[in-house]
């Protein structure tokens, strides 16, 4: 794949193709990238391979937690790898807009979690029913997060909420969420240059082992 590094500012595309094998993900997070179908409706979709910039990261002492979200989070049971494929799945739900993850998609990062890998944190409502959640890859001190999800108030947020805290406890050092948007920002998400970010992964990736 190419060099994050060598692609031109403010382009996000990186590549076309390759799998989704684990040595595929691991040197592709590793060194930047993350890959999305191009079109998920299709049965044999191609493989994009994005390295945006600038990249939307969650400092790890920047989470904004509102006095309503701190409310929230004494609303549900909170749990960590309780059900990964679960939560992945309703990210993927079909009825979400802007929908990209595959069945290609669960079977390889199920996969990566069965392998230590990927993690995923789990909302539950007092009758036993996932409400919220979101899942990521994790290499050293570094984490990846993917996707998340909610079918209840502040649900995915109390998710991340106990993520960020984790991550804290284990020594993580960076938090990527790919891009940044409105919703995300108020939640602490800042941009950063390709060039830092990079730099900033290549630290947090030889940091440690993987937890």
């Not at 191009?38 to 600038?54: E, G, H, N, T, V």
């Not at 309703?90 to 990927?118: H, K, Q, S």
Request: hydrophobic residues 40%; charged residues 25%.
């Amino acid at each position: 794949m190419p060099d994050p590094a060598e692609v031109r500012a403010g382009v996000d595309l990186v590549a076309i193709g390759a799998d989704l094998e684990p040595g595929t993900l691991l040197s592709a997070y590793r060194n930047g990238l993350f890959p999305m179908p191009i079109d998920p409706d299709k049965r044999r979709s191609k493989l994009a391979w994005y390295s945006p910039d600038p990249r939307g990261v969650l400092p790890l002492d920047g989470l904004h937690v509102s006095k309503s979200l701190r409310r929230s989070c004494s609303r549900y049971r909170v749990t960590m790898d309780h059900s990964f494929e679960a939560v992945m799945t309703a990210c993927a739900d079909p009825a979400r807009e802007g929908r990209w993850i595959t069945p290609e998609f669960i079977r390889a990062y199920t996969t990566m979690f069965e392998l230590g890998w990927a993690h995923s944190v789990e909302a539950w409502n007092d009758d036993g029913d996932l409400v919220g959640g979101l899942y990521g890859l994790r290499i050293g001190a570094f984490f990846a997060g993917e996707a998340m999800f909610h079918t209840a108030t502040d649900a995915s947020k109390v998710a991340l909420v106990e993520l960020v805290e984790w991550l804290n406890s284990t020594g993580a050092e960076l938090l990527d969420v790919q891009w940044a948007t409105e919703h995300l920002a108020t939640l602490g998400v800042v941009e950063i240059p390709r060039p830092e970010y990079l730099r900033r992964l290549r630290s947090a990736t030889e940091a440690g082992e993987n937890d």
